[in-house]
């Protein structure tokens, strides 16, 4: 195992060249700071020891003619090392501070709007709490901006979401949070508008992110060029902490390795303990953990769901014979016509205990060519009778109704929940027909929730599925994406192959778990989860 990736002179307290002093007074404009959170003496903000080091080292070394030497700065940390503050901080020393320049433009650019708030409110925190900035200082709420009329200097958050202005001519730019733009436009503008001016400043503070084909992986591996030495580029400043790959996850001498503030109790240690712990059997959550808390960089832009060796403990039989009194929902995925077709049933067995059922549907003709396609043996999964191989080149929508309608006889069905994607041939006339026929959209709003309640029950080994193959596939394909509110839903499209029994659980479960025809848990959001009208 390789150790962890941290810049040593961020603790050495080894000599920092300074000759022009511009570390110093920069230093020094932080410790006249004051933040309403602090606990300080009034209220004066404390300057972490590494967050100092980093700024002498970005703005000591300077040329012979006084102009900076570092022009880039590449900050990459785990979360919760105060990044957003020592932002803001930075982009009041570009517009009040001993860096501004008459008539400057200083831009903390985030990658959604909401960022852009928390770093706007960030800075006028520390303008509000600061009686020398306050009075220098007028705010634009509105506009997110904060100008120096004395010098008309000014310092505006904007969102890489929102509109690109190509003629800005930037001073000073922070980039928040890298690893989550989704485009390239604001960026390309404000790396060539930097190009505009001398001696102007970039700094990118971000946590790893996920995947190779996007931004901040570019940057990222940029930046370990230069800190590796193949790249000889001095303008350039790389400081990553992180954690080997191949590493203990659970080996809290890393943590504090890679997370310099957490001596200092940012982030919180015993929070850290806390998600390890239940991280332990949550794939999704482990990915997270390494990401977020131990800077690891992910080799793919989603993470997986559960871990299998835990979804196998639910190898426990389905005995259907003793279910068909029993209430059951039904949740359906129907593929396009030459994909699977998932129904999966869901039998309550207790408060948390789930028991289910899956029957799969595929065209029948060359079987063997679709074995060969997607490297699972279809011709077994049919004779073993795992899955209903329908005849002709397409799926017969019309075997997938009777299907559902013989399980109805069978089976005390409650409702039957159909992903409205490719469901209109089937889910039609079982609604004409009276059946409880119940719409479950994919979106965040309706998987996140469904998401937790089967995650629930996996972790909690009352999940019984009686070891079906094509069930247990279809899991350990899935890859899970989050939003930037902690929303969850399965990605079709970023999962290793077939999903479509793990979406059918997912739903048939969520809506069992409510035990209630009449209201579902699913009610408040917006348009996802309702009962199907057709006109």
Known sequence: MTKPTTPIWVSDNSPIPDPHGRGERAVKFFRALRHPKSTAPKRQFVLPDFWERIIRRAYGPSNADGSRQVRTVYVEIPRGARKTTIGAGLGLLHTFGPEKVPGGSCILAAGAEDQAQLAFDEATSFVNATPGLLKAAHIVESELELEHPASGSMLVAIPAEGDVQ?????????????????????????????????????????????????????????????????????????????????????D????????????????????????????????GDREDFKQYNLNIWGDHSTAPFVDMSVYDEGNKPVDLAELEGKPCWIG?????????????????????????????????????????RDGVPYPQWAKDGFIHATSGTVTDHRAVEAHIRGLCERFRVMEIAFDPAYAQQVSGPLLDDGFPVVEFRQGWFTMSPAIKTLEHAIIGRNFRHGGHP?????????????????????EKGKSKDRIDGAVAAAMAVARAATGDTNKSSYDDAPDDVSLWAYV
């Open 252 to 283: 809290e001498t890393i943590w504090h390795a890679v997370n310099p503030g957490l001596k200092s109790g940012f982030p919180d240690l015993v929070g850290m303990r806390q998600a390890a712990l239940e991280a332990q059997d949550k794939p």
């Open 470 to 490: 094509i069930l247990r596939w279809c899991f350990d394909n899935i890859a899970v994406s989050t939003d930037h509110a902690g929303n969850r839903k399965f």
């Open 332 to 372: 359906v995925d129907m593929g396009l016509t030459t994909d699977l077709t998932a129904v999966v049933a869901a039998w309550p067995i207790d408060l948390d205990t789930f028991a289910v059922w899956a029957w799969f549907f595929c065209p029948g003709d060359n079987l063997q060519g679709r074995a060969d």
């Open 166 to 250: 190509h003629g800005k001519t930037p001073h000073f730019v922070l980039i928040d949070e890298l690893h989550v733009w989704k485009n390239r436009r604001l960026w390309k503008a404000l790396r060539t508008g930097l190009l505009k001016t001398p001696n102007t400043m970039l700094v990118i503070i971000t946590t790893a992110g996920r995947g190779v084909e996007n931004l901040a992986y570019e940057e990222h591996k940029y930046a370990l060029r230069v800190a590796s030495g193949e790249i000889v580029n001095p303008a350039y400043l790389p400081i990553i902490f992180a954690a080997p790959r191949d590493c203990d996850w659970k």
